[in-house]
């Protein structure tokens, strides 16, 4: 199983997470079901934003994302999330990218110009099949640099891109320059799980195009399959939009508490919906969608029927809503802070392996297990039986 993992040019957003919460649990599941599961997770720590950002801090890339590498992997063990098999960096693996673009164009897939490389999308018949994006306005050759590009619009897109003044580049069989972001995923996918994988998941923000991308450049290349099953995580919504870095909406998991509710307070900012459009009827009140995401069932039953007698307003009910989504942030947010105190812990566990990720998993199912009310149904978990 492959999963698309983050981009480590900032802190990941709860929002973030739901995909990687969404892909735990299939794991776990595919496990608990007797499957053994190898999952590769990649850190795209080269992409557009990363150069600029580490250009313009004066340091390297490695230095620029270590931060966010180790909030990330802190983010993940306080959610209690189990550690890929294989967690790779893409700009170690440089070489597997190159290799791969070469095998591309000596299949005439591609086109230079101006020191990038192109994959030319008409060449793919197959190419919109996963995203059954149309087509049918496309121009043979557009094509496109940056790394993430409009949606519903095809273009040829760079596999390759050549150096720009002052920014981090790698000299090559190809020449000079970085990969783009698709053929980072083709190629770490394919290095670790062989050229066709059971299972591709990511958020359904990257169907396309950066999926229906790697499928043309690995089928392309291998004259096989890429993926049997694609499973892709919805958005978490805040007041009717996906909780983003560029809707400035997003709430991280170490926050603090007051910073919570401050966001929360403000989340909801348009005045005419949070008069309540419809009173009475909570099913459309915005602030009542929170309360559906982190509230629980006494808290949700009494603000419904606060919000259906028209008394509670929604002050109040944001104020309640902050009080869940704190409650639930606050052991994780405990979690976290044990780690920042031994932040080598992180990365012991992933280098390791073993002992400790193991009884890390293993209270983590059996947390899980008896959350979800599942104890009769399974069989003792590693760590309960002396593994
Ligand atoms: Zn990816």
Redesign the pocket.
């Known amino acids: 199983m492959?999963t698309?993992?983050p981009t480590v040019y900032d802190f990941a957003h709860i929002g973030n997470f739901r995909t990687f919460v969404f892909q735990d649990v299939l794991r776990r599941f595919l496990q608990s079901r007797k499957y053994r599961v190898l999952q590769v997770m990649?850190l795209?720590d080269v992409d557009d934003r990363i150069i600029q950002k580490a250009a313009a801090a004066g340091v390297s890339i490695r230095e620029y994302t270590e931060k966010y590498v180790q909030a990330f992997l802190q983010d993940m063990d306080a959610l209690h999330l189990e550690v890929p098999e294989e967690l790779v960096r893409a700009t170690d693996h440089i070489e597997d990218m190159v290799g791969l673009i070469e095998r591309l164009q000596k299949k005439g897939l591609t086109y230079s110009s101006e020191g990038s490389i192109y994959y030319s999308i008409a060449k793919f018949p197959h190419y919109g099949r996963l995203s059954k994006i149309d087509l049918a306005g496309m121009k043979t050759g557009v094509r496109v640099d940056v790394d993430q590009y409009e949606k519903e619009n095809a273009r040829d897109f760079a596999l390759w891109k050549a150096p720009k003044p002052g920014e981090h580049f790698w000299e090559t069989r190809i020449g000079p320059g970085r990969p783009g972001?698709?053929i980072?995923?083709s190629a770490m996918?394919m290095k670790y799980l062989g050229d066709t994988l059971d299972i591709h998941t990511?958020g359904v923000d990257?169907a396309f195009p950066?999926?229906e991308n790697?499928i043309a450049q690995s089928e392309a290349a291998t004259g096989h399959p890429f993926v049997r099953l694609w499973l892709h995580a919805e958005h978490l919504i805040i007041d009717g939009e996906k909780m983003s870095k560029s809707y400035g909406n997003t709430i991280l998991l170490t926050d603090p508490e007051p910073v919570v509710r401050q966001k929360l307070k403000t989340m909801v900012t348009d005045p005419a919906r949070v008069r309540r459009s419809d009173p009475g009827n909570p099913d459309v009140c915005p602030v009542g969608d929170l309360h559906k995401i982190f509230s629980d069932r006494a808290t949700m039953d009494k603000v419904n029927a606060g919000c259906r007698s028209a008394g509670i307003g929604c002050i109040e009910c944001k104020s309640w809503a902050a009080d869940a989504l704190v409650q639930l942030l606050n052991p994780m947010q405990e979690r976290r802070k044990k780690f920042e105190e031994n932040p080598r812990l992180a990365w012991d566990i992933l280098e390791a392996g073993s002992e400790q990720a193991r009884k890390v998993a293993a209270e983590t199912m059996n947390d899980v297990r008896d959350a979800m009310g599942m104890s009769l149904a399974y069989e003792p978990l590693a760590g309960e039986d002396g593994r």
């Open positions: 492959y698309c993992g990649n795209t972001w698709h980072e995923c996918a990511g990257l950066h999926h790697e």
